[in-house]
């Protein structure tokens, strides 16, 4: 009976034996008698009930939206591109111009660093270097390689004034910059020792306020290098709390890029589609509670007795008949973006070889602790927040527990 419909709040046309009718609004699609047939139905009563041609009742019920009430679909070509969403924030005056520039640095090194992490075994960037690292750590391939390109992106970006990475001796003062002076702390691949089994691996990084008084002249002569390289580790002790941005990119089945401008933390998603990071998760919150743990429980024996006893604890299924689940990579950026999506607690105690633990304060406990806090979790050392602890040198070693609020201040608890 009916051969097309076609509608807008303005207009209907109704082909039905070469007739038209126009201009309704609002109008009403009716079903007429046992058949199901539409017919358009007269007047604008919303339940309207009259004899059609055959007799048969018809029912009236009004469909289409009023003026105005429209709600806007999102197309499914609609996407947040991490540099669009730089761009909206700069607007927002969330962010500066140089910022931005320096998180898009960041972004292209990352980009980088992933292609490099894939055709590591194709490439013979697997295995040792030869050389070791300030910490007396032997350097990966990659790990060497991932350090150049960070430092090259951020060079080049030419708003940073000093550049500080774990696999580095000293902080270096940064001669190409024209503007913006940002300190950048970075451990440019993390878990690298998992690399030649493919394991995730990710970079860390936080950025701190410029601070001119470190970029003094090396040619002056009333400065020596060793007082202008002095000057620059002054300023990059800084504690966590001066942060103005943090973030991570791990690589994996995915590569995905966390970042936090002290404004909620956002996920974006690398579309080797589009070669672009694209936003994939918008505010993310941790959980205030959870059952996963993730230590290295190789080192339990090596723990003191307060430590082993919380350790046995979560163990213990208690009255609910469910001890917790243990959940250990050995990569932080791993075990914390887990942690950070499904609640729980990472930790990495110290114990009788490492006096202070072996994660560094700068290039990963304090970016990794202004994420989660971040996102509603808690960073601590055991008993303060990690964001309060001053650093006292470049390469300094804490303790870190990280996670879910709850599951933190349970583990503090015991180690009170």
């Not at 999102?74 to 996407?79: D, L």
């Amino acid at each position: 009976m009916v051969a097309a419909i076609s509608a807008t709040s303005s207009q209907l046309l109704f082909s039905n034996s070469r007739r038209s009718i126009s201009r309704l609004s609002p109008f009403h699609l009716c079903v007429s008698g046992s058949n199901k047939t539409l017919v358009l139905c007269p007047g604008n009563s919303q339940r309207q009930s009259f004899a059609g041609g055959d007799g048969l009742g018809i029912r009236c019920a009004a469909v289409g939206t009023a003026p105005g009430s429209e709600t806007k679909k999102r197309s499914s070509f609609e996407i947040q591109t991490l540099t669009g969403w730089l761009l909206k924030q700069e607007q927002a005056g969330i962010i500066d111009a140089e910022l931005t520039i320096v998180l898009s640095s960041i972004s292209m090194a990352c980009k980088q660093i992933a292609s490099l992490v894939q055709r590591a075994g194709i490439s013979n960037l697997t295995g040792v270097q030869g050389a070791v690292n300030i910490q007396g750590e032997d350097q990966k391939k990659l790990d060497v390689v991932s350090n150049e390109v960070f430092s090259n992106c951020l060079r080049s970006s030419g708003r940073t004034g000093i550049i500080a990475s774990e696999e580095e001796d000293v902080p270096v003062a940064v001669e190409e910059s024209y503007s913006g002076n940002y300190i950048v702390v970075f451990d440019p691949l993390d878990g690298s020792s998992n690399i030649d089994a493919a394991v995730s691996t990710g970079s860390i990084f936080g950025i701190y306020s410029p601070n001119d008084e470190c970029l003094a002249d090396v040619s002056d002569d009333s400065f020596t290098l060793d007082q202008v390289k002095e000057r620059c580790v002054i300023n990059v002790c800084q504690p966590g709390n001066n942060l103005l941005a943090a973030g991570y990119c791990m690589y994996s089945s995915s590569v995905i890029f966390v970042l936090s401008i002290g404004k909620g933390v956002f996920a974006f998603s690398l579309d080797p589609m589009y070669g672009e990071f694209v936003l994939t998760q918008e505010n993310i919150q941790i959980p205030k509670s959870g059952k996963i743990y993730s230590f290295n429980e190789g080192n339990y024996q090596l723990w003191d007795d307060k430590l082993k006893k919380y350790m046995d604890d979560l163990k213990d299924p208690g009255p609910t008949g469910k001890p917790y689940s243990a959940r250990y990579i050995g990569s932080l950026v791993g075990d914390f973006h887990r942690t950070l999506l499904y609640g729980g607690i990472y930790g990495y105690p110290r114990d009788k070889k490492s006096k202070n633990g072996k994660l560094r304060l700068l290039y990963e406990c304090a970016p990794m602790s202004y994420i989660v806090e971040q996102a509603g979790g808690k960073g601590s050392d055991g008993h303060h927040r990690v964001l309060d602890i001053q650093p006292v040198e470049i390469h300094q070693r804490v303790p870190l527990y990280i996670g879910s609020v709850e599951e933190v201040e349970k583990l503090e608890k015991y180690l009170a």
